[in-house]
């Protein structure tokens, strides 16, 4: 049997937090491209900017009228997302 060298406990967190915190990325990676693929054509040409933190989705709307009806239906958004995700990965939408 082969042994491995002896390794410090902090490197091994520290290693252990980064695949953690990539895993996050791809989340929110994943999140973005189901707005995109969900939503309909007109709403992400609108999409300036978006990016998901904390469970929470911040979308940028360049169109007032676009924005007032998305904030009106926000909870079927959420849930089409979710669906799509397979699990209640958005907490909250924020449009701005």
């Given at each position: 049997?082969?042994?491995?060298?002896?390794?410090?406990?902090?490197?091994?967190?520290?290693?252990?937090?980064?695949?953690?915190?990539?895993?996050?990325?791809?989340?929110?990676?994943?999140?973005?491209?189901?707005?995109?693929?969900?939503?309909e054509e007109?709403?992400?040409?609108?999409?300036?900017?978006?990016?998901?933190?904390?469970?929470?989705?911040?979308?940028t709307i360049?169109?007032?009228?676009?924005?007032?009806?998305?904030?009106?239906?926000?909870?079927?958004?959420?849930?089409?997302?979710?669906?799509?995700?397979?699990?209640?990965?958005?907490?909250?939408?924020?449009?701005?």
């Open positions: 049997m082969k042994r491995n060298k002896p390794v410090k406990l902090g490197a091994l967190l520290k290693e252990y937090f980064n695949d953690i915190e990539k895993g996050d990325n791809i989340l929110a990676a994943r999140v973005l491209r189901t707005w995109d693929e969900v939503m007109n709403i992400t040409r609108a999409t300036m900017s978006k990016y998901f933190k904390n469970g929470i989705l911040y979308c360049s169109s007032s009228i676009l924005r007032s009806m998305l904030v009106a239906r926000v909870y079927s958004v959420k849930e089409k997302i979710n669906n799509s995700l397979g699990s209640d990965v958005v907490k909250k939408i924020v449009f701005r």
